[in-house]
């Protein structure tokens, strides 16, 4: 035994047979650790998404009491999109609603794994899309909206109308 472990320091390295089995052990854990963590990473998008969904709203409902005029949350559960709108008026005088710029407007897809029940909002049949307008005295319509993780777990959003206030509840 002293021979091999004095050859072992005068050489600097290890036996295949030790690296094949620190590889096994490795490949053993690693295999136990990721189903646990892929459980997390869903979890993880379930909430961000609905973080997301709720922190646009809120910055629509800013936007409108600041700029003094009517933003909509657009959102599309069978597309699972939403997007943000701005009033606006065209050239013949009439109300339309443009995109909002600086990337706000721009359509959002929920994650993969995340999805959107058909929301008890107003309904828009150009757009194909429920939405929630938000207007410049801080109202804003009575809206629920569900999103579901891959685990089956709810969050549901509901806008209170006139009060403008958000509630948040998992389920």
């Known amino acids: ?7 072992r320091a005068a050489c600097g390295g290890y036996t295949l047979m030790e690296m094949i089995i620190v590889m096994t052990i490795i490949a053993v854990i690693t295999a136990g650790v990721i189903p646990v963590f892929q459980g997390t990473l869903t ?3 379930g909430d961000r998404a ?6 646009l709203m809120k910055y629509a409902q800013e936007s409108a009491i600041s700029e003094s005029t009517e933003y909509r949350f657009y959102m ?3 597309k699972g999109t939403y997007w943000l709108e701005r009033g606006a008026i ?3 005088g009439e ?5 909002v710029g600086d990337g706000y407007g721009a359509k959002r897809k ?6 959107m029940e058909r929301p008890k909002a107003r309904h828009d049949r150009k757009l194909r899309a429920h939405f929630v307008a938000f207007y410049p005295g801080g ?3 009575y809206a629920t909206i569900t999103i579901e993780n891959a685990e089956g777990k709810d969050i549901d959003i509901r806008t209170k109308g006139r009060l403008g206030q958000f509630e948040v509840k998992a389920s």
């Open 1 to 7: 035994m002293q021979a091999s472990s004095k050859c």
């Open 43 to 45: 979890r993880i998008r």
């Open 50 to 55: 609905s973080r997301d969904f709720v922190a």
């Open 76 to 78: 599309s559960h069978e």
């Open 90 to 92: 065209d050239a013949d």
């Open 95 to 99: 109300r339309i609603f443009k995109p």
């Open 110 to 115: 929920l994650p993969v794994g995340v999805s």
């Open 139 to 141: 109202a804003c319509d």
